[in-house]
């Protein structure tokens, strides 16, 4: 009984336990319990988001034909040894291949913009995320997140605007690109069509618009400078801010040694560094010959193409630049003017260079700086050429049977009421033709006119080509008549090409869009003026010119043949001459014809004349003139019968032999005291390699007020100069 009790009251117990209420249970929060989810189910379709683009995006078919991508299609010229020297946009573009670009450069642009780019797929996805963190934080824009292909991308494809839908369009067209083109081709298109600030497309074009160099020319500290340019390129170009560019760069530099690309010791010489920029005038980066350009814009018009056409066309033109040749005018000019203090917007210079065989013109300046003046001293200026005029007074000479070898007065002369004389009034008595004008004796030139006559020198400058007005006067034997460049230059090759005048041209081919040939040029216009024997005689006695006489400073070490001018009062300076391949021509002077103390043709005329000389006939050569041998004699009075011009109107003349101070003596050839002198060979022959000489004064120009003879009726005037009213 009391078992069975006792059983009955455990299990009663047991009941009642299990009766007894629970606990109340804790509520819990429902926003956190909310946000709980919301996260995990937003982080799931991330996950998913993201694994569905990546699907997309692999899917993706490749862009069709992007290797074959260009720029928008413009017409440009093209010198003749393919150097693009204007491009009909505002900005430069010069392609260059991955294998061209220096090592340290593809460093720095990848550790600079995209230190992963061979390892992801075009995008980045984590890294977008990251820098949008960053950029939240910060409430303003501290990470970028594109990759090098996205901005491949975006530079060839799309716009540059900060919205989400252009963001998803980069990635979605980095992807195709990744699976069209390889990384190093991903790279090298990148290169060539970021865009680096000062105008400048791809870094081959900033190479040459920063620093007037080619890549393979720079040293890390500039490379890294370009490198920096892509994020900013107006804020960090080195024309607007050099700190802030120098700054960048030597960010550049860092990450480029915190990824071991470059070493401790060359980091710190690297920041150290002072950038150099180019001291050519920016014009010159996007247009290499702007006077010359111009030039072939009239070309073209002449062959009936219109300035809409020219510039929308996309025509390539291939023209007869030598680009060496024209870098080396552009920059000799620059430097020349600069060392000489001529450096005000009045003071100008000018050059033209062309092949007398065929008419190609191979350099052409019309100004030091197109920036400042757009007026073309080649073709429209004309100016009074000095002594420089003289060679076609011998010229005529020579076509009436004078020679080299005969003797001339240098002693004072009146003509009328007017008495030339030599710089220091200094003479040498008689001497032989070629050395008058070796020395550029002013009696002596005036001899010549006088003996051959005012109308046979005219007429040869108009056969020759010169179109300006020459007066019925004596004094034009010493160039005071204006002239302009071009035509006296033509005029020169003539002595350069056996008497033949050959008409300059620029254009060699035009071509279209589709490279079909417009345009080839054909045989240019040539006239023969001068008898060989002529041609060969002025290069024999023009030769000595720069052997010993007054264009010494031009010499370039091979046969070459030339003549200083100086105009009264140093107002004008010219020097022109020729080699068998090229004749050239310089001039230097104040657009406002105002005097420049000290020039003469022999000084800056010369030396640009040699600078640009010396580039221009490194493929030639240094063979000799194809002439008859021409030796150049000096004779004792006692030998032989020998014609003496103006021996007769001083015959009380001692003949004294005068060297005047500063002024390159005919010593140099030959002793010439006359009464000892015996006949004597003169080598006319460039020597291989000659020491530097300076350059011979040249004897300032008599005052023109010659007069006229008693029976001349002709009207036409002197022009002394020409130049644009706003420039005097």
């Known amino acids: 009984m009391s078992s069975s009790y006792e059983r009955y009251k455990s299990q009663r117990a047991s009941r009642e336990y299990r009766r007894e209420p629970?606990?109340?249970?804790?509520?819990?929060?429902?926003?956190?319990?909310?946000?709980?989810?919301?996260?995990?189910?937003?982080?799931?379709?991330?996950?998913?988001?993201?694994?569905?683009?990546?699907?997309?995006?692999?899917?993706?078919?490749?862009?069709?034909?992007?290797?074959?991508?260009?720029?928008?299609?413009?017409?440009?010229f093209y010198s003749k040894d393919g150097e693009v020297i204007k491009t009909f946009t505002a900005y430069s573009y010069d392609r260059v291949e991955l294998a061209d670009v220096p090592e340290e450069l593809k460093q720095a642009l990848i550790a600079t913009e995209d230190k992963n780019f061979y390892r992801h797929s075009g995008y980045d996805i984590m890294g977008i995320i990251r820098s949008s963190i960053q950029n939240v934080i910060a409430r303003h824009a501290v990470q970028g997140a594109s990759t090098l292909t996205q901005q491949l991308a975006?530079?060839?494809?799309?716009?540059?605007?900060?919205?989400?839908?252009?963001?998803?369009?980069?990635?979605?067209?980095?992807?195709?690109?990744?699976?069209?083109?390889?990384?190093?081709?991903?790279?090298?298109?990148?290169?060539?069509?970021?865009?680096?600030?000062?105008?400048?497309?791809?870094?081959?074009?900033?190479?040459?618009?920063?620093?007037?160099?080619?890549?393979?020319?720079?040293?890390?500290?500039?490379?890294?400078?370009?490198?920096?340019?892509?994020?900013?390129?107006?804020?960090?170009?080195?024309?607007?801010?050099?700190?802030?560019?120098?700054?960048?760069?030597n960010q550049v530099l860092k990450r480029m040694l915190t990824m071991k690309y470059i070493s401790k010791e060359e980091y710190e010489k690297a920041i150290e560094a002072p950038v150099h920029l180019s001291s050519l005038p920016q014009i010159y980066t996007t247009n290499k010959a702007p006077y010359f350009s111009d030039f072939v814009m009239k070309e073209m018009q002449s062959l009936g193409f219109t300035e809409t056409d020219i510039i929308h066309g996309g025509y390539k033109i291939v023209t007869t630049l030598d680009y060496k040749a024209q870098e080396a005018a552009n920059e000799s000019i620059l430097k020349n003017m600069r060392a000489w203090g001529l450096t005000n917007k009045s003071h100008q210079a000018a050059l033209f260079a062309y092949s007398p065989i065929d008419g190609r013109i191979i350099a052409y300046a019309g100004g030091k700086n197109y920036e400042e003046s757009q007026y073309d001293r080649v073709t429209q200026s004309i100016r009074p050429p000095g002594s420089a005029f003289k060679p076609i007074v011998y010229a005529a000479a020579m076509e009436k049977g004078i020679s080299p070898n005969d003797l001339i007065n240098d002693s004072p002369i009146t003509i009328g009421n007017w008495s030339p004389h030599n710089s220091n009034h200094s003479y040498r008595g008689r001497i032989p033709i070629y050395k008058a004008l070796m020395v550029s004796s002013n009696v002596c030139a005036a001899r010549m006119i006088k003996e051959v006559g005012i109308r046979s020198v005219i007429q040869l400058a108009k056969v020759l080509g010169l179109t300006t007005p020459l007066e019925y006067d004596y004094t034009i034997s010493l160039g005071s008549n204006g002239v302009k460049l071009f035509e006296f230059v033509r005029a020169y090759g003539a002595f350069a090409n056996g008497g033949y005048v050959v008409q300059p041209y620029a254009i060699e081919r035009i071509e279209d869009s589709r490279g079909r040939v417009l345009y080839r040029a054909g045989k240019t216009k040539s006239t023969h003026q001068l008898s060989l024997k002529t041609a060969a005689e002025m290069t024999a006695m023009m030769k000595t010119v720069i052997l010993s006489g007054t264009g010494t400073a031009a010499n370039i070490g091979k046969p070459a043949a030339g003549k200083t001018g100086t105009t009264d009062e140093y107002k004008d300076a010219y020097f022109v001459g020729y080699t068998p391949d090229i004749v050239a021509g310089v001039w230097v002077g104040d657009d406002n014809n105002k005097k420049i103390q000290g020039l003469y043709g022999g000084t800056i005329p010369a030396r640009i004349w040699k600078d640009v000389m010396t580039v221009a006939t490194k493929d030639f050569g240094d063979h000799d003139f194809d002439y008859p041998k021409i030796e150049l004699t000096s004779y004792n009075m006692g030998f032989g019968q020998v014609k003496v011009i103006g021996d007769d109107e001083n015959p009380s003349n001692d003949g004294k032999s005068i060297t005047p101070e500063g002024v390159t003596s005919d010593d140099n050839v030959t002793k010439t005291k006359e009464e000892t002198i015996e006949q004597t060979p003169v080598t006319v022959v460039a020597p291989k390699e000659i020491a530097p000489v300076q350059p011979a004064i040249e004897p300032k120009p008599a005052p023109v007020s010659a007069p006229v003879p008693a029976k001349t009726t002709t009207k036409s005037a002197p022009i002394p100069m020409a130049v644009p009213e706003s420039l005097r």
Not at 205 to 214: C, G, H, I, Q, V
């Open 22 to 76: 629970e606990p109340p249970k804790k509520k819990e929060n429902k926003f956190f319990k909310n946000l709980k989810l919301f996260v995990l189910i937003s982080f799931a379709l991330f996950l998913a988001g993201i694994t569905a683009f990546n699907l997309y995006l692999s899917s993706l078919p490749p862009i069709e034909n992007l290797e074959d991508f260009k720029p928008n299609i413009v017409t440009k």
């Open 154 to 249: 975006r530079i060839l494809f799309l716009t540059n605007e900060r919205t989400l839908t252009r963001k998803i369009k980069e990635i979605e067209v980095a992807a195709r690109i990744e699976k069209t083109i390889s990384k190093d081709k991903i790279l090298e298109m990148y290169m060539n069509n970021v865009y680096l600030g000062a105008g400048a497309y791809g870094v081959s074009a900033a190479s040459k618009r920063y620093f007037n160099k080619t890549l393979n020319q720079l040293k890390l500290p500039d490379l890294a400078l370009l490198a920096g340019l892509p994020q900013a390129p107006s804020i960090y170009n080195p024309y607007n801010n050099k700190d802030l560019a120098i700054k960048r760069r």
